[in-house]
Antibody
Framework: DVQLVESGGGLVQPGGSLRLSCAASGFTFSSYSMNWVRQAPGKGLEWVSYISSNSRTIYYAGSVKGRFTISRDNTRNSLYLQMNRLRAEDTAVYYC???????????????????WGQGTLVTVSS | QSVLTQPPSVSGAPGQRVTISCTGSSSNIGAGYDVHWYQQFPGTAPKLLIYGNSNRPSGVPDRFSGSKSGTSASLAITGLQAEDEADYYCQSYDSSLTGPYVFGAGTKVTVL
């Protein structure tokens, strides 16, 4: 079974840094693109960042570009999100999500987000 | 403010049919990009409910169905059950944005 387990969340002061990890198992990690999606308390889902299977293609949401860095280690089956210069508005549960693997939009080449981790809470507060 | 507009809430009695709309524009749904739907219960991770506009993953009851027309998509729940009370999100691609995914703001379904 596909498993995604996030870790690394916690309380951090504004301006601080945090590194999130997502440990993947149950599938060939190096074959799939991965994403980070966040959800602020009581709010909806916000896509944060995308990384292709070979790390050659990376995208960020405008709200985090220049502050967050996504990366992956296919030898360790792990996805990361380095978050710098954190702001109060970055407070959220952060989910790692894998593309579904069975359907591709023929216009974009992207898939649905078929698998999600349980999330890790990041709180930015003084 | 998302480029995909969903009603904040919908409600229905058990057994009724409810629909959730996801309204976009010519840079997303109207351009022909696929729509996916996710279900989320409080305190849990989202779960894929409908992919590719109208396809159900294995294990999703057939009372959930999706459709797309023009610049909008819809999720229908027929025979509404108490356990369907959750938040529902549509998701697509938008050519005016930098990334591959954009979500609607979500719709809370309440079973009366």
């Amino acid at each position: 079974d596909v498993q995604l387990v996030e870790s690394g969340g916690g309380l951090v002061q504004p301006g601080g840094s945090l590194r999130l990890s997502c440990a993947a198992s149950g599938f060939t990690f190096s074959s799939y693109s991965m994403n980070w999606v966040r959800q602020a308390p009581g709010k909806g889902l916000e896509w944060v960042s995308y990384i292709s299977s070979n790390s050659r293609t990376i995208y960020y949401a405008g709200s985090v570009k220049g502050r967050f860095t996504i990366s992956r280690d296919n030898t360790r089956n792990s996805l990361y999100l380095q978050m710098n210069r954190l702001r109060a508005e970055d407070t959220a549960v952060y989910y790692c999500a894998r593309e579904g693997g069975q359907y591709v939009d023929i216009l974009t080449g992207y898939e649905d987000l078929g698998y999600w981790g349980q999330g890790t809470l990041v709180t930015v507060s003084s | 403010q998302s480029v995909l507009t969903q009603p904040p809430s919908v409600s229905g009695a058990p057994g009724q049919r409810v629909t959730i709309s996801c309204t976009g524009s010519s840079s997303n749904i109207g351009a022909g990009y696929d729509v996916h739907w996710y279900q989320q219960f409080p305190g849990t991770a989202p779960k894929l409910l409908i992919y590719g506009n109208s396809n159900r993953p294995s294990g999703v009851p057939d009372r959930f169905s999706g459709s797309k027309s023009g610049t909008s998509a819809s999720l229908a729940i027929t025979g509404l059950q108490a356990e369907d009370e959750a938040d529902y999100y549509c998701q697509s691609y938008d050519s005016s944005l930098t990334g591959p995914y954009v979500f609607g703001a979500g719709t809370k379904v309440t079973v009366l």
